[in-house]
């Protein structure tokens, strides 16, 4: 009996401190809200939760509800609630932009901030994959972009 106890604890042990951290630091706005609006963690609503991923976009909106949903489990084990405001409560898809060309004006600007070896090497790639318009490659090239500045090849 006392191996499968302490075979269960360990399942719900963080795999490494960082992620309780990062746990911590997702939920902490939220947890202080309602520390100074609620007694009890019983108090929090489904709303509640909606109203603190309202605030949240993209990849800290996801952070933000599995860390909620971690911290709810890990209260329900323990006793500390009884019900679970966050679920079914979706995480959402993350939306990827559609990336576009650079405009002249643009190249321009790219060139400029291409200081290091690794953002010519970005800025490089980026004309031979066709994200930057065809008219565009005179300029990046004129600039002085040569393999040698990449660091690549001598």
Known sequence: MAAGAAR????????HRATGNNYLNSVLPALTTWSGRYHHPREVTRDDVLAVLATVHGAQRSNTIVALRSLVAFCKRNGTVFRNPTGRIKVGEHGYSVIQPLRPGEVGEAVAAATTPAARLVLAL???????????????????FSWSLLGIGG
Do not use: N, P, W
Request: proline share 0%; glycine share 4%; with cysteine.
């Open 8 to 15: 269960r604890r360990a399942a719900h042990r963080a795999r």
């Open 126 to 144: 980026a004309v031979t994959t066709g994200r930057v318009k065809a008219s565009s490659i005179s300029m990046i090239s004129s600039a002085c």
